[in-house]
């Protein structure tokens, strides 16, 4: 192609510079290769089409043009219901008249890779094999991923300290079962699908996804974020953060030298990090800082977050794992404190499979910017712990929540016919975070008077309104527009430690000397242990044969514990309170059935609303007591009673199911494009398909 | 434009000197980096880098948007669209380094031109040496010629180290006088032409060195100046339009391909641009 260029560029005087040189080549090159790609792809449209009547002769007749589907993760059901009353709704008003407004029956457990596994497979858990956030190693006892098991190199070329890996590491979705956006494709039917959690690694078919929870950050972790701080070593992070000590450089108070660091580079044997140089010049008069990273400056104001910072670091020649970062000056005072976001990958040159196609995450992010690409993008960690507060921490989520409506309109744009799917977390991550100041006396909010983001959920629904009011805006004849919610949500209030309550009533015993105080079961003794609470609902038997130092038979004795426990822990009264903090523990078993039921918890857990699981539990620690007090700024949460917290669903065409379900709409979705729901799909449809006419619903009727 | 001329070609005689014994593509290579450098330079001054990566950016999407959509012609029409407008908007942003450019450059390569461009005569070379009159060289001359025959009365001054080898043959309808020459000993040579009262001098280079060659001395004018800028123009009311002889073209060897100067220039210097617009913190 250059060369081309230059064949046309008479020698002598044509030349102008490299600046106009490029301007030159690059458009030639740009228009050439424009012109070869429409060429190749208008040359090959009609046999691919073709090809495509040929595959799929039985052709389905869609009810539906479109189906676009907006997740509003945790919208609650109350909440819409009181704001709607205010007057504060009127898109969602508007949507609920001219279709349906119901609630929306969620999974059990309530819990959002659970609940929108149930969304995208029409199944429940024991068919779709995801049971909550984490699951157990069966071996070790130790929490793993439920979703995605990402392995490591095992076979390297060594040369000296050096390595070359001989194969990809072993990256593997762990869910189950078809989503209805593969079947769709079997049918040549195109769907976007954006943001859905449980996508990573990426589903492969007829369309393009972006993935989401359980996307890592480059350091491999769910999210970590930085602090580099000059204040002396306190204690580590409890949640997902790294602190960084600063000292001073060139014998200045304000300047210091540090590093980023970024993954281990795999071609090292010593599995080193690579890292990148970070220097950090303080002007404390004007509150700045100028940080110089590989050579580019960012300059920082203290207490506003900067734009994405990308981060290119270094594992050999050509192989530059790259990352994003934003950054904020947290303190500049007697002592200086900077705060990175978790390192996201960055979507225009993934280091993951992020997209299906590969290319799609490079496209969005040349379509639209820099964005987010993290599983749980949103740092709650960092608010949790105190590093940042309930500005920034908006601030961030309605960042990310454009980034995804940017891409959402992009994506509705092209969809010409098909599904479109988005999912929008910050509904769920700002009710986590600000349902202390929702009611009175939340325990997370002692000591907090007149907080400034006091509204900040009314302003959520708002602003969910207007969200909705846009999509509306842009829908066609023959659209039909669902706005839903995995759950609904609640307060948490009150922590319950499960283990501390097992081993207070012996059914989990610590190892000699041990105070139950390390996290991750580490301290349980095994051999003595019967029953033991991992993740957000689930309580697992020790059951032999299947745990490594299973002491229970399976059978008849693991129905009598099983039995015995759901006894003594349905009602369970926290007496400090004096309210019950349990209201039923359930048997999975009963619950549901299906290939991958073994890999179920054996009891779930369903919380009263104010309660869940302990942050010690959750992290599996045992000492301390059942009941506590929740004072974290994770003040509300949806991992109770899945019955307490059904979520909303909204339609632009009557909804003719009385009892809706979020498992029903994948089988909905394949019947709005005349496909058969499998059989082994336990959803059904919440459309008659008489309810269609044999024509698609209209612009007019959904606006 | 003649007294930019003027300074520029001792400067460049000056810059090039040390190059004189080497092969062209030495001092080729040298003057692409930092030609490449002070062009990125100026685009870093004049640019706004936000807007050219935003273009860059859409034209990209719009590419992947053909690879994605390709069942769908109506986007991969606008699609192509999207990459024309934005790649337009892309060389609009570059267009004022664009220009500056061209300004700045233009008579630097042209400087370059004549001393990379041509080979020097060689001792026992001949050479077709010209003078091309004005229209109205008769006017201007006040000659008739010889038996109403019009002929100007054109003489040369020959230096030691050239000869003439055969006596002049005169063109009436292109007004030109050539003389076949030999070169007979090697340096820079000047040739008086003398044509009435007026005598202009004419440099002829044997040489096998990187020198600098004026091919043709031209009557002055801006054009001529800025394309020819290698001896000083012959005044505005010679009558003599262009005094001229034909050097052969030197190539220069880029790897395995020889080629003129300006190519190998050109690949190089967007090379080092490409190579230096991260450090330098350009974007292009």
Redesign the interface.
Known sequence: MVALALGAVAPAGAYIGPGAGFALVSSFAVIFVTAILAFIFILIWPFRTFWRILRHRKKPKPLVKRLIVVGLDGQDPLLTDRFMQEGKLPNFEKLAQQGSYKRLRTTFPSVSPVAWSSFSTGTHPAKHNIYDFLDRDRKTYLPILSSTRIGSVEKHLKFGKYQIPLHKPELRLMRKSKPFWTILGEHNIWSTVLRVPITFPPDKFYGAQLSAMCVPDLLGSQGTFLLYTTRPAGERFKEGGLRIGLSTSNGTPDSFESAIEGPENPFLQDASAMTIPMQIELDRAAGRARVTLNGDVVELETGKLSDWVKLSFSAGPGVKPSGMTRMLITEMGEHFSLYLTPISIDPENPAMPISHPSYFATYLAKKIGPYSTLGLAEDTWALNEGITDDGVFLEQTYDIDREREEMFFASMEKLKQGSLVCVFDATDRIQHMFWRYLEDGHPAARGIDSPEHANAIEKLYEHNDALVGRVMDKLRDGDVLLVLSDHGFASFRRGVNLNSWLHANGYLTLKEGADGADEWLTQVDWSRTKAYALGLTGMFLNIKGREAQGTVEPGEEADALKAELIERLSGLTDEEAGEVGITEVFDTHKLYGGPYIGNAPDLLIGYKRGYRTSWDCATGVVAGPVFEDNVKAWSGDHCVDPRQVPGVIFSSHAIDSDDPALMDIAPTALRLFGVEPPAHMEGVPIFEQSSFGGAAATKEEAQ | MSAINAALRPLFDLLLAPFRGMPAIVGVTLFSLI??VV??W??KLTSNPEKVDAAK?????????????????????K??GS??RH?AA??GH?LV??VL??L???PL??QL?FHW?YQGLQEGDSVLFKVVLQDDWQTRTGSDGADGVPRPSLELELPDGLSLASPPVWSPSEHEMAWQMRADAAGQHEVGVRLGDATHVKKIGVTDRVERLSPERLEAGFTNQL?FPAEPSLGADSAIEKIGLRYPERDVWFFFWRT?W??V???L??L??LILRG?M?VT?
């Open positions: 030609f490449g062009a990125l100026l685009v950016r859409k034209v990209a999407a719009g590419l992947l948007e053909i690879r994605l959509f390709n069942d769908n012609l109506g986007i991969i029409f699609a192509v990459i024309l790649q892309y060389v570059l380094p664009f450019m061209v700045l450059f233009l390569i042209a031109q461009g394309l003129h300006i190519i220039f050109l690949v210097s967007i080092f641009a450090p913190g292009i």
